[in-house]
């Protein structure tokens, strides 16, 4: 199983920018569609973006639709989010998972505060 490391989080200001890295172990990273998540205090988990095995389809959420990028570089097994616009809505804890074969996001990161201030 892929093991997921994630960095880049931190205190920002609204109107701001962060970029997220999601570093993973393994040599079957490539096979993976990766997804960003956040979860925020008292509310649910949410999916925000997914990236398929090659970088060849992307999805977004509706609440970062083009404010947040994901992308992946499967030579150096890592999947980002680049996050422009930032609010403070935005404010929660990130998370990085991994979907192999459609089986659903088994393996998580440990997740990276991303704080915005206003």
């Known amino acids: 199983q892929v093991q997921l490391v994630e960095s880049g989080g931190g205190l920002v200001q609204a109107g701001g920018s962060l970029r997220l890295s999601c570093a993973a172990s393994g040599r079957t990273f490539s096979r993976y569609t990766m997804g960003w998540f956040r979860q925020a205090p008292g509310k649910e988990r949410e999916l925000l973006a997914t990236i398929s095995w090659n970088g060849g389809a992307t999805d977004y959420a509706g609440s970062v639709q083009g404010r947040f990028t994901i992308s992946r570089d499967n030579a150096k097994n890592t999947v980002y989010l680049q996050m422009n616009s930032l609010n403070p809505e935005d404010t929660a804890v990130y998370y990085c998972?991994?979907?192999?074969?459609?089986?659903?996001?088994?393996?998580w990161g440990q997740g990276t505060q991303v704080t915005v201030s206003s």
């Open positions: 998972a991994a979907d192999y074969g459609g089986r659903g996001y088994d393996a």
